[in-house]
């Protein structure tokens, strides 16, 4: 069985060839797959579930096709689609995931997350976002009209890019901490998040277990899936799996 997994697809109008990708992936090898797991920052900016901002609709079918040709579509919200609810499932078909998520794979479980809240050394990043996931603080910012939720974001995003620019990269990371305390939370044998747009495999022991943290790449310079089948797994383009 084939297991797609992707993260910081960050889709835009601006970006086309980013949403072309995604678009060839959801028509052709995706739908080989038993399960695509989504781990957050698909859109580049989710403003609510009635935010039909382009390209917003066309992904929204797209999965919904995805979804009704069998294939078991899941998403983790990323700090950049964390306002992703049940409007947008019940259109699409696609499951929410809780935080973090165990599933097994290959014979291997696994926890499955967006990845940002395992950067705890960037504790203003962290301050932020308990703030802004909290359910009374999202109900007040969703009543407000869309064009002044754009606003608003536009203001956080510019003072979020600030902010990070003048942060080293250790911080900006996962902290290795809380890395292993998730995997021992949830007695798991791997970790596969996104966030960090920093594609690699780790290997780790986790009280005495062998244990890897495999980190997806985002799709700014290219598209990357992390593809897992029979055993073997596969960091490839998307163009590859066609």
């Known amino acids: 069985m084939l297991t797609l997994f992707a993260s910081d697809l960050h889709l835009h109008r601006d970006r086309p060839a980013s949403l072309a990708s995604f678009v060839r992936l959801a028509r052709g090898a995706g739908r080989r797959a038993s399960a695509f797991y989504l781990l957050g920052d698909v859109f580049d900016q989710w403003l609510g579930d009635d935010d039909t901002t382009p390209p917003h609709p066309e992904v929204e079918r797209e999965l919904r096709r995805l979804c009704d040709s069998g294939v078991r579509v899941a998403f983790a919200a990323g700090n950049h689609d964390f306002l992703v609810g049940g409007g947008f499932a019940a259109r699409t078909g696609v499951t929410l995931l809780d935080d973090a998520t165990v599933i097994e ?138």
């Open 105 to 242: 794979i290959e014979g291997r479980r696994t926890v499955v997350t967006h990845g940002d809240q395992l950067c705890t050394a960037d504790t203003d990043y962290q301050t932020f976002r308990a703030h802004t996931r909290d359910t009374s603080v999202q109900r007040t910012f969703l009543a407000l009209p869309l064009p002044e939720r754009a606003r608003m974001a536009a203001q956080l995003r510019h003072r979020s890019r600030e902010l990070t620019a003048l942060k080293p990269d250790d911080i900006t990371d996962v902290a290795p901490d809380a890395v292993e305390a998730l995997l021992r939370e949830h007695r798991a044998d791997d970790l596969i998040h996104g966030h960090t747009h920093r594609p690699a495999t780790h290997h780790l022991t986790v009280d005495g277990r062998e244990c890897r943290r495999l980190v997806l790449a985002d799709w700014y310079a290219g598209d990357s899936v992390l593809a897992v089948e029979g055993g073997e797994y596969r960091s490839v383009p998307v163009a590859a799996l066609s």
